[in-house]
């Protein structure tokens, strides 16, 4: 290769490139064994594929960096100071997620630090820490899903009143967790958290609101389920 275009690359610490592409693929490797813990333990709710990619991507990214910073100080503050210019936008839904985000990027910079034991150790354990919390969630849960319940009713009705005398005796579970008007004035509309008694499928139940007078809409949606 050119002198010219070796010269600007020589300063610092020499690192074999061999040495950067092996420790990339072995982030990538657990960044995709982080994927597939989320992607298998969070199986019941309604992920797409975008945030496993992330957590994967993300890996391999934090590694990246950790082999640009090295024992340089000035580069770790360099770096904070350009990412703090970034903005996410992105909600994460659940603290459990926001927990995958931190477990990439600590894999990330123990593999590029070259400490994949600790990466290979703390997998090991969250894996298993993931599956005695999956465990013990199928022991404590009920048969029947909970679901969040909506209801549109004209101004004139008592939402509650409707909704407990019509339903309430087919609900193990019932909570308000909003009500409100529509977007017109001319409504109202309540959401409840509810688990149906076993048997009582969500098509019966919202046939049998349906049926009341002064009830003008029914939704009933699987909780860890988002619709666009």
């Known amino acids: 290769m050119p002198d010219f275009l070796v010269a600007p690359f020589a300063n610092g610490p020499h690192v074999e490139p061999l040495d950067v592409f092996v ?5 990538l490797f657990f960044g995709a064994l982080i994927g597939g813990i989320y992607k298998f333990t969070r199986r019941e709710l309604n992920t797409s594929l975008q945030f496993p990619t992330t957590l994967l991507l993300l890996c391999v990214l934090i590694a990246m960096v950790t082999q640009v910073i090295g024992d340089n100080i000035a580069r770790a503050f360099s770096l904070v100071g350009a990412l703090s210019i970034v903005r996410f936008r992105t909600v994460v839904r659940d603290t459990q997620d926001t927990a995958y985000v931190i477990f990439a990027v600590i894999v990330g910079m123990a593999v590029g ?8 150790i703390g997998l090991g354990v ?3 820490a993931e599956a ?5 969630a199928k022991a404590m849960s009920s048969p029947e899903p909970e679901y969040i319940l909506k209801v549109r009713t004209g101004l004139d009705c008592d939402l509650d009143g409707i909704v407990s005398s019509a339903i309430g005796p087919l609900l193990s579970e019932r ?3 909003l009500m409100g008007t529509g977007k017109t004035g001319a409504s109202l509309d309540g959401a409840y ?3 149906p ?9 919202i046939k049998t609101l349906q049926a009341v007078e002064g ?3 029914v939704q009933m949606l699987r909780r860890g389920f988002d619709l666009d």
Not at 113 to 120: C, D, E, L
Not at 197 to 205: I, K, R, S, V
């Open 23 to 27: 420790r990339l693929l072995s982030a």
């Open 113 to 120: 630090a070259r400490s994949v034991w600790v990466a290979s």
């Open 126 to 128: 969250v894996a298993l």
């Open 132 to 136: 005695l919390l999956m465990l013990r």
């Open 175 to 177: 909570e308000l967790i």
């Open 193 to 195: 958290r509810v688990r």
């Open 197 to 205: 008694l076993p048997g009582q499928a969500p098509p019966h139940l």
């Open 215 to 217: 009830v003008l809409s």
